[in-house]
Nanobody
Framework: EVQLVESGGDLVQAGGSLRLSCAVS????????IGWFRQAPGKEREGVSC????????LYADSVKGRFTISSDNAKNTLYLEMNSLQPEDTGLYFC???????????????????????RGQGTQVTVSS
């Protein structure tokens, strides 16, 4: 059974940094798509950043480009999101989600900007104060 468990969310002042982690277990294939998504009160859920497990290609939402970095440590089966220069509009519940399997030839954008996932975690709260 695939499980995704997030951690690292916190209350931080604007301009601060956080690193989120997503522990992944139960995956038995090499090709899948995984990423970070967020849900803010009163706003639609949105894709923040995604990565292809096999080729390592990445995508970022325009609002986080240059500030957030997605990475994965396959040895530790963990996905990370390094967030810098946080702003109040970054506040929300951040969760990781995955489509397993996801062939490397499929456009990563279809997963990252889509609205459904095969698996998702419970999320970790990020609150940025002004």
């Amino acid at each position: 059974e695939v499980q995704l468990v997030e951690s690292g969310g916190d209350l931080v002042q604007a301009g601060g940094s956080l690193r989120l982690s997503c522990a992944v277990s139960g995956v038995t294939v090499d090709d899948y798509a995984i990423g970070w998504f967020r849900q803010a009160p009163g706003k639609e859920r949105e894709g923040v950043s995604c990565i292809s497990s096999s080729v390592g290609s990445t995508l970022y939402a325009d609002s986080v480009k240059g500030r957030f970095t997605i990475s994965s440590d396959n040895a530790k089966n963990t996905l990370y999101l390094e967030m810098n220069s946080l702003q109040p509009e970054d506040t929300g519940l951040y969760f990781c989600a995955a489509d397993i399997p996801y062939h490397s030839s499929w456009p990563l954008s279809s997963f990252c900007w889509g609205t459904s996932y095969d698996y998702r975690g419970q999320g970790t709260q990020v609150t940025v104060s002004s």
